[in-house]
C-alpha cells in the first residue's frame, strides 16, 4: 500500500534558523512526488514537482530534494513569512491517484 | 483569472440535511477533484472528474455524489449530512493530463454537522 509519512509534525525556527522537513515514502513506482505550502484558512500552493532521485528544486529559501525512499525539503535562513504547514504528496503508477501526507507546521519567530 | 473559487466558505448543517458545495475554475482544466482535509489525516481524495460528463471515484467516496456537466463547475452534493462528513473540503483542478500535473486548490468549504 502506498504510504507518505511527513516529519516532524511541528517545527518552531528562530528567523534565521535553517532547517529541513522530511517526506518518507513507500509506494510501487513513483511517478512524481510533490511538496506543497498551506497558510492557516487557506488551500494548499504547489511548490515543487520532482520526478527521480537525485533531482533537486529550488525557489527563494526553499529547496526540495528526492532520494529512491524519502524527500527533503530546506529552509534556508527562513523569515516569518514561510510560517505555513508544508504537505508532501506522492503519485504512483500503482494507484495513479495523489497520497498526501498529514504536514509539516513550521513557525518561524522574529 | 479568478483560478478555483468555491462557495460556500462555511456551512452549518443538522445530521440528514442535505446540501451542494459550489466549485468552479476558470483556467479550462479538464480534471478537477475533491478533497476532504481531516485534523491529523492527509488530504483524501473524495471523487474526481477528467472532463465534462465523466467522474468516477476517489478514496472515501461514500455519502457524497457528484456530477460535470460543464468543463468550469463541479459541484459536491451531500445526501444526507452526517456528524463524520464534519470536516474542510477542497476543490483543486489540472491540466488534461491528470494527477500528475500541478493541482490548483480553491479556498476551500469548512463544514460542520451537528
Known amino acids: 500500500e502506498d504510504q507518505v509519512t511527513q516529519s516532524p509534525e511541528a517545527l518552531r525556527l528562530q528567523e534565521g534558523e535553517s532547517s529541513s522537513l522530511n517526506c518518507s515514502y513507500t509506494v510501487s513506482g513513483l511517478r512524481g512526488l510533490f511538496w506543497y505550502r498551506q497558510d492557516p484558512g487557506k488551500g494548499p500552493e504547489f511548490l515543487f514537482t520532482l520526478y527521480s532521485a537525485g533531482e533537486e528544486k529550488e525557489k527563494e529559501r526553499l529547496k526540495a530534494t528526492l532520494t529512491k525512499k524519502e524527500s527533503f525539503l530546506h529552509i534556508t535562513a527562513p523569515k516569518p513569512e514561510d510560517s505555513a504547514t508544508y504537505l508532501c504528496?506522492?503519485?504512483?503508477?500503482?494507484?495513479?491517484?495523489?497520497?498526501f501526507g498529514t504536514g509539516t507546521r513550521l513557525q518561524v519567530f522574529p | 483569472n479568478a483560478g478555483v473559487t468555491q462557495t460556500p466558505k462555511f456551512q452549518v448543517l443538522k445530521t440528514g440535511q442535505s446540501m451542494t458545495l459550489q466549485c468552479a475554475q476558470d483556467m479550462n482544466h479538464e480534471y478537477m477533484s475533491w478533497y476532504r482535509q481531516d485534523p491529523g489525516m492527509g488530504l483524501r481524495l473524495i471523487h474526481y472528474s477528467v472532463g465534462a460528463g465523466i467522474t468516477d471515484q476517489g478514496e472515501v467516496p461514500n455519502g457524497y455524489n457528484v456530477s460535470r456537466s460543464t468543463t468550469e463547475d463541479f459541484p459536491l452534493r451531500l445526501l444526507s449530512a452526517a456528524p463524520s462528513q464534519t470536516s474542510v473540503y477542497f476543490c483543486?483542478?489540472?491540466?488534461?493530463?491528470?494527477?500528475?500535473?500541478?493541482?490548483?486548490f480553491g479556498p476551500g468549504t469548512r463544514l460542520l454537522v451537528l
Open positions: 483543486a483542478s489540472s491540466t488534461g493530463t491528470g494527477f500528475g500535473e500541478t493541482q490548483y
Open positions: 504528496a506522492v503519485l504512483s503508477y500503482n494507484t495513479d491517484k495523489l497520497i
